[in-house]
């Protein structure tokens, strides 16, 4: 093994750089991975735009901390580890050992508070360890601490998930924005309401068709959707969009908010959606999403991971229709398996090979990075053997 590893360094908001940091030695219940490919998430690019505030008015608020390696969506092969790491560091019981293909949970949860006795499926840890690419400067620890790396290190606690061998790197790449739409489980609880959360054959409008989006299209479809409604202003996305399984694409920046409220209502005999999901990433177009639902419709707000600021809405509107507003910071840690599972078995059932449109060498993470924020892109990746 090398004993430089080359990695990509947010060192402050717009400006990356290629640093070297020495191999860390292998520590106790712990492993290195060496990264075969690693998303750019919504995430990354606010923290790249300098939009650091996360989890606001919870314990756990924090800033990105600079310099950092970011890259949270990993898949990854173990290098080294020792036994305890190899006993311990898979969620669904495995014993890992170096050449496993592996993804992984980036949050580190402490195991001992509230949330973490209470809801253990859900990271809302109040004393959060860290989350990988997100949450640990390359200043501290081990350093390597992202996926925008040629390695990473896995600390004791890290979850780790073996990838079935069926499902392909540019697949198994998108487990965790899959997972996020994990949502749509949450808005299927409510069903046992009559007619409340997600209904077999319900609307669904998704606003926004980047990688989030498409990720619930695809899971909405998966999941007994009706009438799937897409609105973004990229004609790309909204295309793609389309093959991966919506039925109408409205683009926000040639229809005016009356007009596709006006078409959801058609859609809908006049009622309105009875689920929609914000994941542009932007407070402004909640109140058209709210003013598509129908009565007791659900809103879903898995979109502003980061702090975006505010918008105003008439509180009566909310009440007038006895509307359901539910946020969605993270996603369950048992989500991994029966996604990629699901990934795997829905190979033939989506274009999955055009959900990462463009693949970077470590060295362009930067160029990534700025990919990831154009209109013609959807899921962009920085992989290794380039
Ligand atoms: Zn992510
Ligand atoms: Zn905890």
């Not at 997600?198 to 990688?211: A, E, K, L, R, S």
């Not at 407070?283 to 007791?296: D, H, N, Q, T």
Request: with cysteine; proline share 5%.
């Amino acid at each position: 093994m090398s004993k430089m590893v080359k990695a990509a360094v947010l060192v402050e908001p717009g400006r990356i750089e290629l640093q070297e940091f020495r191999m860390p030695e292998l520590g106790k219940g712990a492993a290195i991975a060496k990264m075969v490919m690693s998303g750019v998430c919504g995430t990354d690019k606010h923290s790249y735009k300098g939009e650091s505030v996360q989890n606001k008015g919870t314990k756990n608020e924090i800033r990105v901390p600079y310099p950092i390696i970011q890259g949270h969506e990993n898949v990854l092969i173990i290098a080294e580890i020792d036994r305890e790491g190899s006993l311990n560091l898979d969620y669904d019981g495995n014993i890992l050992k170096p050449g496993d293909r592996v993804t992984m949970c980036p949050d580190v949860v402490c195991g001992k508070c509230w949330y973490c006795k209470n809801i253990p499926t859900y990271p809302w840890c109040e004393k959060m360890q860290f989350t990988y690419g997100n949450m640990r400067s390359c200043n501290e620890g081990n350093h390597l601490y992202g996926g925008f790396s040629e390695y990473i290190y896995i600390e004791p606690g890290t979850r780790l998930y073996k990838i079935p061998d069926g499902l392909p790197d540019k697949v198994a790449v998108l487990t965790e924005v899959i997972c996020v739409a994990w949502t749509l489980d949450k808005a299927k609880e409510f069903n046992s309401f009559s007619l409340e959360g997600f209904n077999f054959n319900d609307t669904v409008v998704i606003q926004g068709v980047g990688p989030l989006g498409l990720a619930h299209v695809i899971k909405a479809r998966m999941m007994g959707a009706g009438k799937i409604i897409v609105t973004d202003i990229s004609d790309y996305r909204l295309k793609l969009a389309k093959e991966f399984g919506a039925d109408i694409a409205l683009n926000s920046k040639t229809t005016t908010e009356e007009e596709r409220i006006e078409l959801v209502m058609q859609e809908t005999n006049g009622r309105g959606a009875d689920l929609a999901v914000e994941c542009v990433g932007s407070p402004s177009i909640v109140p058209e999403g709210l003013r598509m639902l129908r009565k007791a419709g659900m809103y879903l707000e898995p979109g502003n991971f980061v702090d975006t600021g505010g918008v105003t809405l008439n509180i009566h509107e909310i009440c007038a229709k006895n509307l359901r507003i539910i946020g969605m910071c993270n996603h369950a840690h048992n989500a991994y398996l029966p996604c990629m599972e699901m990934m795997e078995r829905s190979l033939d059932w989506f274009p999955w090979d055009k959900f990462v449109s463009h693949s970077y060498p470590l060295a362009q993470t930067e160029e990534a990075i700025k990919k990831s924020m154009a209109e013609d892109s959807m899921k962009v990746v920085v992989a290794a053997n380039m």
